[in-house]
């Protein structure tokens, strides 16, 4: 046998070294690639966020119904809300436990749109006592974990991969959320004991090419436009078969274009809006021979009623560890307005409130999964669910304006603009009727509220598009408000001082908002104070229904509609959301 020379087997050692170093670093190089690209859900760090006692008690806690001692425990709703941080979810959610329900909430906080608008309505849900747990619906693990810790007793399913076009560009994630997300929901909800009542949301878009108007729940399905509508119209299939071989009990919403405040920003209306005011051109699509395209435009509070209409309906699953014990209720209704609105018309809603011309770019509808309208047919739904909606568009609009997220503030428009919108806008009844109805005296709201809806609008907008000088115009005028109440001789002294408390709270919100180029967090310190004062001001005046002067009553009246125009405002949703943005910049 030779040996072979010293030289070949030192090269070869170097040879095997670089081998080993190589194939490690490929090795390392692979965990490195697969740690940063696994999904959030099953990173270390995130897995953290979950498990462990506090996380237990944030769930059970939110969970955990509150009714009135009159209302019984035994109709004790339970409800897992997936999709929580989404437009949908978060009104939604906030409906459930408003009422007393408990509530849980599930999102994946995805990067479909700016997650910062999700966080922000996060803070919101926080703030009403509803946990949201980060997870995805696909991980079947945190499911059964939630539903260890909790009873559920319904899941309104609203996580879904939403928007019509997108699908083109990113079919997979349509497939993931609206097909194998909805599979693995069901699954685990098949396999719980008790088996919960599941309601989910659906599409108007499942009528695809149907022409037969108003659109029915009994018309043909099966001839979808896009994938979106192929994947939301698979889940209607999908829930057949867990209905049919479980027993689950399973409500399909068949949503029609839903807007509103906290709304979603691919959204037309939204874009549409910010690029108004940016000056920045939009496209409004037509169909053949320049007629137009129409969406059944429906508003976030006829649909949150509906959406709590199917749950307070829902029969109980029949199902038991995973078999059916017997037939199990199977629904799908339309939730739309019945009036379609061109888009055009939308369009021009959004000039007059704006006060904006729109640069407009009419184009031929794209073939990428658009359909030229939809109508919906809504007797059914009225019939069973009791879904009455009562919005209009032009209406709904206005609110969205008022309340709005639009996350325009980076946006700054002429002061003239902000002026003329806070004056000069005309303030429809019914919308009066309907902010009243959400304020302790409606009767006594009426009187005022046309005034403090263009307060409303005025300080929204100045604050919107950081033109401050308008913002503190306008505490200072309510401020010599309350001054000049202060002068009335049927003024009582507790009244005086709650006034005067009020007037000290006014200054510091004046100078607040003087002192820096955007208002900080003190503002909303400020604004839980001024609402402490709002509060004493509502009992003066109750206290003041039995007085004699009947100017003065008007006086204070008038005070009480500036000081609770301003504080709802200070607690307005918007402004929450406002901050989160700024602290962004
Ligand atoms: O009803 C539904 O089920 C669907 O409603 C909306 O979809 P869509 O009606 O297409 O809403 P937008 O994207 O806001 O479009 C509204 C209208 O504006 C039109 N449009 C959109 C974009 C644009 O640049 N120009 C334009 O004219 C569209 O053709 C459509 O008629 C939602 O985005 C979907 O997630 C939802 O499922």
Redo the contacts with the bound molecule.
């Keep these: 046998m030779v040996d072979k020379p010293s030289s070949i087997h030192r090269a070869r050692y170097h040879f095997s070294l670089s081998k080993l170093l190589f194939w490690s670093l490929v090795f390392l190089g692979f965990i490195v690639f697969f740690f940063f690209r696994s999904p959030p859900s099953a990173s270390p760090s995130r897995r953290s966020l979950r498990g462990g006692a506090g996380w237990e008690n944030s769930v059970r806690q939110s969970a955990t119904p509150r009714y009135s001692s009159s209302s019984s425990s035994a109709k004790a709703r339970r409800v897992l809300v997936t999709g929580a941080a989404g437009f949908v979810g978060a009104h939604v959610s906030i409906a459930l436990k408003r009422r007393g329900d408990g509530v849980v909430g599930l999102d994946n906080y995805n990067k479909y749109y700016d997650p910062s608008l999700k966080r922000a309505r996060t803070d919101l849900l926080r703030r009403e006592g509803v946990f949201i747990v980060e997870g995805d619906i696909n991980d079947a693990v945190l499911l059964r974990e939630l539903f260890r810790l909790v009873k559920f007793t319904h899941v309104m399913h609203l996580a879904a991969q939403?928007?019509?076009r997108y699908a083109m560009k990113n079919p997979a994630s349509y497939v993931h959320s609206n097909i194998a997300g909805l599979v693995s929901l069901f699954e685990v909800c098949k396999s719980a004991n008790p088996q919960p009542a599941i309601v989910w949301a659906s599409?108007?878009?499942v009528y695809g090419l149907n022409s037969k108007v108003p659109f029915s729940e009994k018309d043909r399905t099966d001839q979808p436009a896009s994938l979106?509508a192929a994947t939301k119209k698979a889940g209607e299939e999908i829930a057949h078969t867990y209905n049919h071989i479980y027993g689950l009990s399973i409500t399909g919403l068949r949503?029609?274009?839903?807007y509103g405040p906290w709304g979603?920003p691919?959204?037309?209306?939204f874009f549409f809006t910010k690029d108004i005011l940016k000056g920045k051109q939009?496209?409004?699509?037509e169909g053949p021979n320049h007629s137009s395209?129409a969406?059944d435009f429906t508003y976030i509070d006829d649909i949150v009623k509906g959406c709590l209409g199917a749950l307070d309906t829902a029969k109980k699953s029949t199902g038991s560890g995973g078999k059916k014990m017997g037939p199990a209720q199977l629904r799908v209704f339309n939730l739309g307005n019945t009036s379609p609105v061109p888009?055009s018309k939308l369009v021009s809603i959004l000039e007059k409130l704006l006060k904006v011309k729109a640069k407009k770019k009419i184009l031929p509808?794209p073939s990428n999964g658009?359909v030229l309208f939809?109508h919906a047919n809504i007797s059914s739904a009225t019939r069973e669910i009791g879904y009455k909606p009562s919005t209009d568009l032009q209406t709904g609009v206005i609110f969205m304006n008022v309340f709005s997220t639009l996350t325009i503030i980076d946006v700054v428009v002429p002061p003239v603009n902000i002026a003329t919108m806070a004056s000069s806008e005309e303030v429809p009844e019914k919308l009066v009727t309907e902010f009243c109805s959400k304020t302790k005296d409606p009767s006594f709201c009426h009187n005022f509220a046309k005034g403090d809806i263009q307060t409303f609008l005025g300080m929204e907008t100045a604050l919107r598009t950081k033109v401050l000088d308008t913002a503190i115009d306008i505490t200072t005028a309510s401020k010599s408000a309350f001054s000049g109440a202060l002068g009335d001789k049927q003024v009582t002294e507790k009244e005086k001082a709650a006034i005067q408390q009020c007037i000290g709270l006014y200054t510091k919100v004046e100078q607040s908002l003087q002192s820096s180029a955007s208002p900080s967090a003190d503002f909303i310190a400020i604004g839980q104070k001024l609402q402490v004062a709002g509060e004493s001001l509502w009992q003066c005046q109750m206290d003041l229904h039995s007085h004699p002067n009947h100017e003065a009553i008007a006086s204070l009246k008038m005070v009480n509609g500036l000081a609770n125009s301003f504080v709802s405002y200070v607690q307005s949703e918007f402004y929450a959301h406002y901050l989160q943005l700024n602290r962004k910049n």
């Design positions: 939403a928007g019509v599409s108007s878009s979106y949503f029609f274009t839903v979603r691919d959204m037309a209306y939009i496209s409004i699509f395209v969406r888009v509808m658009d939809t």
